[in-house]
T-cell receptor, first 116, second 114 residues
Framework: AQTVTQSQPEMSVQEAETVTLSCTYDTSESDYYLFWYKQPPSRQMILVIRQEAYKQQNATENRFSVNFQKAAKSFSLKISDSQLGDAAMYFCAYSPYSNRDDKIIFGKGTRLHILP | DTEVTQTPKHLVMGMTNKKSLKCEQHMGHRAMYWYKQKAKKPPELMFVYSYEKLSINESVPSRFSPECPNSSLLNLHLHALQPEDSALYLC?????????????FGPGTRLLVL
């Protein structure tokens, strides 16, 4: 069975600094998707970034980038130039590659605090 | 446009009430999902509809009854709920047949059962 592990329940970073959130996963599949979702206190779950496992290039979205290490089954999220609006719960998630309505497997989340 | 809308935003109901939650998307997605989320926890999958048919039911109690009237709309009918059912209920949708397994979430309905 696939699992997703986020080992950091909470993290804090100074505004304008860089922070990295860790995520590891376990799967026997070779093709899959990985995601980082952000859930601010308003509670809307927002997709931050997506990585296809068959792509070697790390995904980037503005200040958000990932370090995808397929062999190590690691998928960390780096947030550069942290802003107060980045304060949220961040969930790492896994989905198998298919055309079906497969489940997303979520990690337990990392709560990120931004210090002014 | 990656918008999923949910109504109402907040709902308070007694244990004998019947209420419904509504979810709508106009992205042409053919998979729609209901999740339950407790505070500080990840979402827990409840139901999945594919092409308007129920494809996954995660052993959810029968007091929760999903309905998918058409490809854009998903309802969750609530009856005789318990206080422990108080939670944030999230709806999501994703495309099918494209190989893109990305779920887009609505803002949720915060439910309080008294």
């Amino acid at each position: 069975a696939q699992t997703v592990t986020q080992s950091q329940p909470e993290m804090s970073v100074q505004e304008a600094e860089t922070v990295t959130l860790s995520c590891t996963y376990d799967t026997s599949e070779s093709d899959y998707y990985l995601f980082w979702y952000k859930q601010p206190p308003s509670r809307q779950m927002i997709l931050v970034i997506r990585q296809e496992a068959y792509k070697q290039q790390n995904a980037t979205e503005n200040r958000f980038s990932v370090n995808f290490q397929k062999a190590a089954k690691s998928f960390s999220l780096k947030i550069s130039d942290s802003q107060l609006g980045d304060a949220a719960m961040y969930f790492c998630a896994y989905s198998p590659y298919s055309n079906r309505d497969d489940k997303i497997i979520f990690g337990k989340g990392t709560r990120l605090h931004i210090l002014p | 446009d990656t918008e999923v809308t949910q109504t109402p935003k907040h709902l308070v109901m007694g244990m004998t009430n019947k209420k419904s939650l509504k979810c709508e998307q106009h992205m042409g997605h053919r998979a729609m999902y209901w999740y339950k989320q407790k505070a500080k926890k990840p979402p827990e999958l409840m139901f999945v509809y594919s092409y308007e048919k129920l494809s996954i039911n995660e052993s959810v109690p029968s007091r929760f009854s999903p309905e998918c009237p058409n490809s854009s709309l998903l309802n969750l009918h609530l009856h005789a709920l318990q206080p422990e059912d108080s939670a944030l209920y999230l709806c999501a949708s994703s495309p099918l047949g494209t190989g893109e397994e990305t779920q887009y979430f609505g803002p949720g309905t915060r439910l309080l059962v008294l």
